[in-house]
Every structure is written in C-alpha cells, then in structure tokens.
C-alpha cells in the first residue's frame, strides 16, 4: 500500500473518530450533529453532479429530481417494511438505487442526444415534472402525501452511516474518473466528436456517467428523509437543482476535491447566515444565487476550484 493511501485511511478514520468524540461526550448536540450529516449528504449529491457535469461535461438542471426520487422511493419502502428494523433500510437504500438508475437511464438515453443549453432546458423540464408528479402523488399512493409532505418516515441515518457513504461516493467517484471509463468521459467533455472520431462510444459513456451521477443524488435522497423523518416536493425543486450546481461551480467543475469543500462551507455558511440575518434578507438568495452563478462563469468559466485536487485524491495516478 502507498504512502499516500495510508495517509488517506488515516485522513478518514481521523476525522470520523474526532467527530464521534465530540457527539459521545456532547460537544456537539443533535442540532449540528443533523448539520454535519446533511452537508456530507449535499456533499454526495454534489459529486454526483459534478461527475455529470464537470467529468462528462452534461449540463444538467433537473439533479434535484433524482435526489427526491430516492428519497420517496426509500420513504415508502421502508414504512411499507417498518417492522423489519434496519433490514427495511436496506431494501429502501437498494430499492432507490434500482429506481433512479431505472429512469436515469431511460431518461438518459434520449435527452443525452442533446447538447448545451438544450439539455439543460430538457433536464429542467425533467425536473419540473418529478416536482408536479410528487406535488400530486397522494392521487395514487395516498402514503407520499403530496403536496402535504410525507410523514412518519422511520429514522434510520446517523452520522456513522452518513459518513460511510460519504466515504464510498469519494472512493467509487475517484476510481470512476481515473479509469478507462471516466477517461472516455473526460473526452466527450473535451470535444466529444473529436472523441467520437477515435472509437469513443458517447452515447454509452454519456448515460454511463449520468446514471452513476444520479445514482449518488437518490443515496443522497435515502440519507436525507431517513435523517429528517418528512419529505416535500419543495425540497426537491429547480431551486434545489441550482443550488447543488452553484456548488459543483464554485468548487470547480471535474475537481473532486473542490467540490467536497464548497458542498461543506456552502452548508455552514448557510446555516450560519440563518442565524445571523433576518428571513427577509435571505429571501434575497433567489437573487444573489443567479449573480454569483453569472459572475462565477464570466470571470472563471471552469469553477473556482478547477484544476485542485487533494494529494491524496491523485493517488496512484501517474499519468494525470
């Protein structure tokens, strides 16, 4: 095993251990325990996205869907299978997975065909229909609720299993990128017919990449209604979709690393906002979201972050 590899299970256990230490003897209360938890959640979903966007440069703005797919489809498996304890968390968590893989998948194939902002409008158009869909989904499964919100979802996440799937999305995404496979992604990206024209299939790796992306946003989904025990079709909105974009950019589009800090310090700056200002000033976000979005775009097209990546992240990577 490399130097570097040792350093990353050490990274990772370490800060695991400190987080659990300070939950064990109450430096943290429940409050930013759910805090830590849902930004290592939008962490998941955002790696997600920025596989899609950033990796196989698929500009996408319906990611909230799929993040509210899992959710509900988890949601409703495990209060159909309450009483099997943490065994109806399972079948819920692969019972998403098989689902939005599903309709990525037959959602991919013809909208991939798309390019730039026509995919965009195609996959907000996507979006917008799981979010109406949802809105009226008590007409035909009373359980979800519509759009009152589903109650009663059993609480199964906790910070250990939040953290071990963020752990996997880090590990699973990195592999991805750094194979064959994600190389061929990178290419589509880059000039995907010029891609084309080498033997690159795009059409195989552009679902491919758009799949897993969507996958790790309905994981994200599961942690997230097992966490806070209700769902609305609000919090799987456009508004949602653009949130998670503005991180995957401020974090630098096809950067791992970037990523993981601007979904963390994106979730406390936010959260610490909260406290500080007035909900009359932060009604102001729907504003200042799209300006940042703009300005970002304008002076560094790529993301703030683009190009970064921790060390430990390139490991075992020689050609990169």
């Given amino acids: 095993m490399s130097k570097e590899k ?16 300070m939950i064990s003897f109450g430096f943290l209360n429940p409050y930013w325990n759910q805090i830590i938890q849902f930004a290592f959640i939008i962490t998941i979903s955002a790696l997600g996205l920025n596989l899609i966007y950033g990796y196989t440069g698929q500009f996408s703005l319906g990611h909230a869907a799929f993040y509210g797919l899992g959710a509900y489809c988890s949601a409703f498996v495990t209060k159909s299978l309450n009483s099997l304890g943490y065994l109806a ?3 819920g968590l692969l019972s998403a997975i098989i689902f939005v893989a599903l309709i990525a998948f037959l959602i991919g194939l013809p ?16 979006g917008i229909i799981v979010k109406v869909l949802l809105d009226n989904a008590d007409a035909l499964i009373p359980v979800l609720g519509g759009s009152r919100g589903m109650l009663g979802i059993p609480k199964f996440t906790v910070f250990p299993i939040t953290y071990l799937f963020f752990i996997i999305a880090i590990v699973v995404i990195r592999n991805f990128v750094f194979s064959d496979v994600g190389r061929s992604c990178i290419s589509i990206r880059e000039d995907d017919i010029a891609a084309e024209c080498v033997g690159v299939n795009t059409t195989k790796y552009k679902t491919t990449g758009f799949v897993l992306g969507s996958v790790f946003a309905g994981v994200a989904g599961v942690l997230y209604a097992h966490l806070y025990s209700f769902l609305h079709p609000s919090n ?3 508004l949602k979709s653009i949130d998670l974009l503005l991180i995957v950019v401020l974090g630098g589009l096809g950067s791992i690393s970037g990523t993981i800090i601007a979904a963390i310090g994106w979730t406390f700056l936010l959260e610490g906002l909260r406290v500080i200002l007035p909900p009359q000033i932060l ?6 979201y799209p300006l ?7 002076i560094k097209p790529m993301g703030l972050g683009s190009g970064m990546e921790f060390k430990f992240i390139k490991a075992g990577d020689g050609n990169r």
């Fill in 283 to 288: 009604d102001w976000r729907l504003v200042i």
């Fill in 111 to 126: 909208i991939l065909r798309l390019k730039s902002d026509y995919l965009g409008i195609a996959t907000l158009g996507f």
């Fill in 292 to 298: 940042l979005l703009i300005i970002i775009m304008v």
């Fill in 89 to 91: 968390f399972v079948a």
């Fill in 236 to 238: 799987f909105d456009f």
């Fill in 6 to 21: 040792i350093y990353s299970l050490l990274l990772g256990f370490g800060v695991f251990a400190v987080i659990m230490l």
